[in-house]
């Protein structure tokens, strides 16, 4: 079956702006994750739903980022006023039920600020 | 806090030569531990996963990782590398929340003709 994608696959935009980032996860799965990956490091957790209720969104830097599942399936991840800090790899995963249960990741975004 | 530490950004070895990539956790012993592979321009795949099952977990492509207490160590190995074996190879634990991932830094594996 489909696997967890994620849309667009790069992003390039100014300073200041306002960026959208799409998860779809794979059909079914309850739980999604978004994880952030910046150059030469490993990716750092970003925030955690379970349905549509973000269960932990601990790893969010500041309030500039933030996130949505609506229905429980597709996520977009928005960062408002982006600063060139923000450039990474934004990354996707889902899991079946969440908890130890195996997260499948998409293939990221890269945005690129400015 | 609980961290993972991969020793070598980049590990190089021959076709057919032993595949050893380290990984060590910090010194609270984590749920679960990782090992995921990201080839170029792909999502990160998960290799093999240790549950406490077994000490000795075998995961996808012929890779392996031995969970060691007394070391602290999750180390991946494969006895004879392959040229699809090229990408970076990243460990993984999980918090007390068991959902959370900590990363390690990445290894990116090269492997030589």
């Known amino acids: 079956g489909a696997g967890v994608s994620q849309t667009p696959s790069n992003k390039v935009t100014e300073k200041g702006k306002y960026v959208e980032l799409r998860c779809d996860p794979i059909?079914?799965?309850?739980?999604l994750y978004w994880y952030r990956q910046s150059l030469g490091q490993g990716p750092e957790f970003l925030i955690y739903?379970?349905?549509?209720?973000?269960?932990?969104d601990s790893g969010l830097p500041n309030d500039r980022f933030f996130a949505v599942r609506p229905e429980g399936s597709v996520s977009t991840l928005k960062i408002q006023r982006t600063e060139r800090g923000d450039s990474a790899v934004y990354l996707c995963?889902?899991?079946?039920?969440?908890?130890?249960?195996?997260?499948?990741f998409g293939p990221g975004t890269r945005l690129t600020v400015l | 806090a609980q961290s993972v530490t991969q020793l070598g950004s980049h590990v190089s070895v021959s076709e057919g030569a032993l595949v050893l990539l380290r990984c060590n956790y910090s010194?609270?012993?984590?749920?679960?531990l990782f090992w995921y592979v990201q080839y170029p321009n792909q999502g990160l795949q998960l290799l093999l996963k240790?549950?406490?099952?077994a000490t000795l977990v075998k995961g996808i492509n012929g890779f392996e990782a031995e969970f060691k207490k007394s070391e602290t160590s999750f180390h991946l190995t494969k006895p004879s590398a392959h040229m699809s074996d090229a990408a970076e190879y990243f460990c993984?634990?999980?918090?007390?929340?068991?959902?959370?991932?900590?990363w390690g830094a990445g290894t990116k594996l090269i492997i030589k003709p």
């Open positions: 059909s079914g799965h309850t739980a």
């Open positions: 010194s609270s012993v984590p749920p679960y």
């Open positions: 993984a634990v999980t918090k007390d929340s068991n959902y959370q991932l900590i």
């Open positions: 995963a889902s899991s079946s039920q969440g908890g130890s249960d195996t997260q499948y």
């Open positions: 739903f379970q349905g549509t209720g973000a269960a932990d």
């Open positions: 240790y549950t406490s099952a």
